[in-house]
């Protein structure tokens, strides 16, 4: 298992790429870039439609905070008002919702970014992930 997170570690940046605070690692062969909550805001804040993304994965969102909460908010905005192609997709282990929110989708391609919050993960080591095209 260390050797598959080792080598795993050392492609950072190749199809799947990181972006926290201070630290991007990305390429023109990134397909998914796992973000935090905070970079995601400011990916919103400089292009609120999202130009480049084709979908908003957030992960472990029962561990919520005021980031992720407004990343998801800007996020459904720019679905409904000026991307209603843009895939968003909350993912939790814990999390229950209401059954008419959700809608199953089994197909797609493309590239993703994600988001956590300011300091590089969400408080307990997770990220966000977002598709891009």
Do not use: W, Y
Request: glycine content about 16%.
């Amino acid at each position: 298992e260390g050797e598959g997170a080792a080598a795993a570690a050392k492609t950072v940046g190749g199809t799947v790429g990181l972006a926290v605070r201070g630290d991007v690692r990305r390429s023109s062969a990134t397909r998914i870039l796992v973000v935090t909550d905070g970079v995601l805001l400011n990916i919103l804040r400089d292009d609120p439609e999202l130009t480049e993304v084709r979908a908003v994965i957030f992960d472990e969102f029962h561990e919520r905070g005021v980031n992720g909460d407004a990343a998801l908010a800007l996020c459904r905005e720019a679905q409904r008002e000026l991307r209603p192609e843009l895939r968003l997709v909350v993912m939790s282990a814990t999390l229950l919702g209401d059954d008419s929110d959700v809608e199953s989708d089994s197909g797609g391609d493309g590239d993703s970014a994600g988001g956590g919050d300011d300091d590089g993960d969400d408080g307990h080591g997770h990220g966000h992930e977002h598709e891009h095209s």
